[in-house]
């Protein structure tokens, strides 16, 4: 009985042999599992990629998968399927880019190598009730905003989900980066936005002159030098432009916070993601008091400073 059990289980484990969407994305976990994968742009596990990527490929966004799951995949889908998880083990590339699709916030943008692959802490809090209005908005009321400033936009994912929240904002989108910049073109037309999110190429506050803006929102390359030097393969897919964050990974949080205050009106704010640069940026603005915003999945990697903060 258990040599025939055995045998059972090797063949069910032939992928000619699989028939639902849900046995595509067991098999998927356990090539990647297998191929010990890194999972870090947009999913943080081998079945939320490989759910990703099954559904991606059948053209069904990510809240369809539970509907769906039991239904039957035909063989020219199949290949298709198969095809995007060995070029995923393969190539090790993130499946974002591969399929030339991520979402934030359940919002989908187009991303390929040109730009670093949509994620961060910001959309999470962007979406949250310290944006939202009322007595625990850092900004007052969300519609009141007339400007906002996006600094290090890449994909414009970030610009994008501002100017759904901020919803009578103008947007500034600022890439150093004219290949992140014709990414981020193509997701500001895709979302008809191209009459509030204008796109500048530039160095951080460069190319907006004197303007204020009753918002900054950065998320810069914060990578420090022993980090850049350990990223998993998938990671160098990316461009190291928009990861490296100087030997401390501070080098452009801190031109952003040097100069911020030139461009902020009188009740606004910087929102900046730094990932696990806290201590060092502590240590070198020890006299500033930081706001640290936690979302579900990171604790102290965001930082909020109001207008007054920095005088």
Request: aromatic share 8%; with cysteine.
């Amino acid at each position: 009985m258990a040599k025939r059990n055995r045998t059972q289980s090797r063949r069910l484990a032939r992928p000619q042999e699989l028939a639902t969407i849900l046995d595509h994305v067991r098999y998927a976990v356990s090539r990647f599992r297998q191929a010990q994968l890194v999972f870090a742009h947009g999913t943080s596990d081998p079945v939320a990629e490989a759910a990703f990527i099954v559904c991606e490929a059948l053209h069904l966004t990510p809240d369809c998968f539970d509907v769906f799951a039991g239904a039957r995949v035909a063989q020219d889908e199949q290949k298709k399927i198969f095809d995007l998880i060995e070029a995923r083990v393969r190539t090790r590339k993130p499946a974002a880019y591969l399929l030339q699709k991520a979402y934030l916030r359940a919002v989908p943008f187009y991303v390929d190598e040109r730009a670093i692959v949509p994620r961060s802490y910001l959309g999470e809090i962007l979406d949250s009730e310290l944006f939202a209005g009322g007595g625990a908005s850092l900004v007052g009321d969300p519609l009141a905003l007339e400007r906002v400033l996006d600094l290090c936009t890449g994909s414009g994912c970030l610009a994008v989900l501002a100017a759904r929240q901020f919803q009578n904002a103008v947007i500034d989108a600022v890439d150093i980066s004219a290949d992140a910049l014709a990414v981020a073109a193509r997701n500001v037309a895709a979302h008809g936005l191209k009459e509030r999110i204008t796109l500048h190429e530039g160095d951080l506050f460069g190319p907006i002159g004197d303007a204020r803006y009753d918002l900054i929102v950065a998320n810069p390359p914060y990578v420090d030098a022993p980090g850049m030097s350990a990223l998993p393969l998938e990671c160098r897919h990316e461009p190291a432009l928009a990861l490296d964050g100087g030997p401390d990974g501070i080098a452009i949080v801190r031109r952003i916070i040097d100069n911020a205050a030139r461009h902020l009106t009188a009740d606004a704010g910087l929102l900046c993601e730094i990932g696990r640069d806290r201590q060092v940026l502590e240590q070198t603005y020890p006299q500033t008091s930081f706001l640290w915003l936690d979302t579900e999945e990171s604790t102290g990697e965001v930082f909020w400073l109001d207008a007054g903060q920095f005088a």
